[in-house]
């Protein structure tokens, strides 16, 4: 019997009592999803004995994968569908130790991720910093004032990672394509819930607002950037090992905090994509005005 108890931060509860990934029946699913619809995210605890496989094969039971990969030395054989972010050389040290920036996954791609699963293999403990932290997008906009959901509905960004201060130039999509640009929605609708939301307010790949100059879309994205991840619309997860985040990605933003590069830190991640595509592809270079 699963147990999901609040995590007494905005967003999210905790999971336990599922044995193990491989043993999830379809009734485990569905209250799992549930709490996802109500929750936004859901922390699966103890799930300390799962392989690569199970992590992606459990995946593979919310939806369809996104796929990317990368050089084939910093995959793992058996499942080359999972992105490994470690700080070890080994798996090309994606993302190392220092902070990631605000994000949603995906959301310059047409059908983006409407969910993202992230287990930690082996993180840092609690004092050594690495927490992940997330920010409820449906409650932001829901605090909004009137006049500003009238200014920004309707708006579309046009959003790309070719933009994006990570670098990650080896980072394709599974066709062997350049990761594309994209034209989508600053507020959207989230089927899932029923609820309006804020959509990807991060800085990391979003380029500027249509029909708006960088420098007035850049205020009115920070502005609401500021607004969106205040202490009370968020939650900052502390690693245990064997922890499994599972999290609506269309309502929410997630970062990391960096932590002691003298740590290791090894996660597997795996995107979900959205049904529909609700994000028309740019296939002009980077930097042409739209």
Known sequence: MLTFTPTGAALGSICTGLAGLTTATEADL????????????VVLRGMNQSTITDFRDFARRFGELNQYYRPGQWNDPSAPEVLIFSNLPHYGNLAGSGPLDWHSNN?????????????????????????TKFADL??????????????????????????????????????????????????????RTGRRTLYDVGATVWV?????????????????????????????HRWQQGDLIIWDNVSTLHGRDGFDA???RLCWELDIKDEVATVRPLHSEFGEKV
Do not use: W
């Open 262 to 264: 003298a740590e290791t």
């Open 208 to 236: 500027h607002i249509l029909g708006m100059s960088v420098d007035d879309s850049e205020r009115l994205r920070k502005q609401l950037f500021e607004h969106a991840t205040q202490p009370r619309f968020r939650y900052d």
């Open 107 to 131: 959301s310059y791609c047409q059908r983006v991720a409407q969910y993202a699963l992230l287990y930690g293999v082996r993180t840092p403990a609690p004092e050594r910093g690495g927490a």
């Open 138 to 191: 449906q409650a932001a906009y829901e605090a909004l004032d009137s006049q500003v959901k009238e200014l920004i509905d309707g708006l579309e960004v046009l959003r790309s990672v070719k933009k994006t201060i990570y670098k990650y130039s080896d980072l394709k999509e599974a066709a062997g394509d350049p990761i594309p640009s994209g034209i989508g929605p600053l507020v959207r609708q989230n089927e």
């Open 30 to 41: 569905e209250e799992i999803q549930a709490h996802l619809r109500s929750d936004l995210l």
